[in-house]
């Protein structure tokens, strides 16, 4: 099998601007794509009857998809997705054996979504409820995509600001020191089975699990080779920025990079838990790039310095 640097000189090198494809966007009626002619790049799933909102598929123009949707592993990963572990004690992340199709919390969307796609650029804003019994917290998200660059990265900018209701609200997730795989919650990306040579580094220049994971960073990127072994393989990457006016900023970061469970994002529970009192609000802000080949360490820099203003 080639290596990763032959790979990236065999799969990456940037189109000629004539065969770039023609990008649009696809509305329908849970749903917002944007298409390269006749193929999705990626597509925001906002149904109300599903228990979280995601995007998926995640794609490279006219690439291979890099997220994994429902695996029978973790059946609740939604590729690219936001989602709380326990809110006062209640699991709005996994699905109980008790109930395998859905989590003991509801995540709801409660009204339809507001979508306006003009030109290279969409937005899309969502109004949540999570509940049991009760709403405990709601959250209005706005997610702003953009047309890709030359080169086929393209970036989707993800704002949610949460609001507790009549009681306090206490943020929690399973502790990392009672269990290996504890820490983890918030915006997540689950990737395609396909993934391989996986290759993650930090804004502080720590790679791969052993140092980077429950790290605080400014930023990860996550990337590696992609496709089936009989198709083409191909180099990308997706980077997400935690933005300097969120919580806990920088956050610690979660990072599973093994072929059983390809997965990372920021995790500002990772250390200890938080507490919203009630009628209180906080957002969060996080960019998502998604890039052909490894992700460059000078470049996701400037890249986070432009989101940072």
């Not at 990236?8 to 509305?27: E, F, G, I, S």
């Not at 790049?41 to 490279?60: K, M, N, R």
Request: aromatic content about 12%.
């Amino acid at each position: 099998m080639p290596g990763f640097a032959t790979l990236m000189a065999l799969c990456c090198v940037p189109a000629d601007a004539a065969d770039a494809p023609a990008y649009r966007w696809k509305t329908e009626k849970d749903s917002l794509s944007l298409m390269a002619g006749d193929k999705v790049v990626y597509t925001c799933q906002f149904a109300a009857e599903g228990w979280h909102p995601y995007i998926h598929p995640v794609s490279l123009p006219g690439g291979p998809v890099l997220t994994a949707m429902a695996p029978k592993d973790h059946p609740w990963h939604r590729g690219l997705w936001f989602s709380w572990k326990y809110l006062n004690g209640v699991n709005y992340w996994d699905f109980p054996a008790k109930r395998p199709n859905q989590p003991d919390g509801k995540t709801a969307v409660i009204d339809p979504a507001t979508v306006q796609a003009s030109g290279a650029t969409a937005t899309v804003k969502l109004r949540l409820e999570y509940s049991k019994a009760q709403v405990v917290l709601a959250e209005e998200r706005t997610l702003v995509g953009s047309f890709p660059r030359p080169d086929g990265s393209y970036i989707i900018d993800w704002t949610s600001k949460f609001t507790a209701k009549d009681q306090d609200v206490v943020f929690e997730r399973t502790p990392p020191q009672k269990a290996p795989w504890g820490g983890y919650g918030g915006l997540g990306f689950r990737a395609s089975k396909t993934m391989r040579e996986f290759r993650a580094i930090d804004s502080e220049g720590r790679t791969g699990r052993a140092e980077s994971h429950g790290k605080a960073a400014r930023w990860m990127d996550f990337s590696g080779v992609f496709g089936e072994p009989d198709e083409k393989p191909t180099a990308a990457g997706t980077a997400i920025f935690d933005h300097p006016s969120n919580p806990r900023h920088p956050a610690p970061w979660y990072l599973s990079d093994t072929t059983d469970l390809p997965y990372f994002g920021p995790a500002l529970l990772f250390a200890e838990p938080m507490t919203l009192k009630a009628g209180a609000s906080f957002a969060v802000r996080y960019r998502i790039l998604v890039h052909p080949g490894p992700g460059d360490k000078t470049a996701m820099e400037k890249e986070y310095q432009e989101f940072a203003k």
